[in-house]
């Protein structure tokens, strides 16, 4: 199956900074890449995705970069906030397919 | 708010008994999933239903078992308790089938805890 890695586990930003989460995946039969985000007390919430067929995807401050040579993508944020601090979490899927694959997740940590 | 409805917030019970958590999917979703989520796991895939029917399944013990009934509103049973079995258990749903073809919405989650 499916094997996502996730790197940092922890992240910590001077606020205005910008932050860089990066996620491999193992196969190659993966399309679909969504970036979720999780508050404290509070389930995970889609922040951006991305599909195979676009390298780079962009939404105001938060970016996603795919690279499918490599099996990498990156999430992408700046002019860090406090209210960016959460865990973040990257997944990928397999098109057809139906189970999410997730990373352990990244602690961000927006330092005012 | 995702519109994923999960309860009880709260769980706690203890060893060897059974439990069962609720989810209701957002409006017109057809698919729900259940993950697992501990502090040593992550997400864990568990289960997911379409149209109240299994579609796909992961890392689900067999004491586990889930449904999806014909109001399309789910529930997760975990049977034979254990310690290792708290943790925090989501519900989400989507559309369609899951996957690329779309969007997981997630709810606000169930903590189990076991002791």
């Known amino acids: 199956g499916e094997n996502v890695e996730q790197h940092p586990s922890t992240l910590s930003v001077q606020e205005g900074d910008s932050a860089v989460i990066k996620c491999t995946y193992s196969?190659?039969?993966?399309?679909?890449f969504p970036w979720y985000k999780q508050e404290l007390g509070k389930g995970p919430q889609l922040i951006i995705d991305?599909?195979?067929?676009?390298g780079e995807k962009k939404d105001q401050r938060i970016a996603v970069t795919l690279n499918k040579t490599a099996k990498h993508f990156s999430l992408h944020i700046t002019e860090t906030q406090p209210e960016d601090s959460a865990v973040y979490f990257c997944?990928?899927?397999?098109?057809?397919?139906?189970?999410?694959?997730f990373g352990t997740g990244t602690s961000l940590t927006v330092i005012p | 708010d995702s519109g994923v409805t999960q309860t009880p917030k709260h769980l706690i019970t203890a060893t060897g008994q059974r439990v069962t958590l609720r989810c209701s999917p957002r409006?017109?979703?057809?698919?729900v999933y259940w993950y697992q989520q501990s502090l040593d796991q992550g997400l864990q895939f568990l289960i997911q239903?379409?149209?109240?029917?299994?579609?796909a399944k992961g890392n689900i013990l067999e004491r586990f078992s889930a449904q999806q009934f014909p109001d399309l509103h789910s529930e997760l049973n975990l049977s034979s308790l254990e310690l290792g079995d708290s943790a925090l258990y989501f519900c989400?749903?989507?559309?369609?089938?899951?996957?690329?073809?779309?969007?997981?919405?997630f709810g606000p989650g169930t903590r189990l805890t076991v002791l």
């Open positions: 989400a749903s989507s559309v369609g089938g899951g996957g690329a073809l779309g969007e997981q919405f």
């Open positions: 196969d190659s039969a993966s399309n679909y």
């Open positions: 991305i599909r195979s067929n676009v």
């Open positions: 997944a990928a899927s397999i098109s057809g397919g139906n189970q999410f694959y």
């Open positions: 409006s017109g979703d057809l698919s």
């Open positions: 239903y379409y149209n109240g029917e299994e579609r």
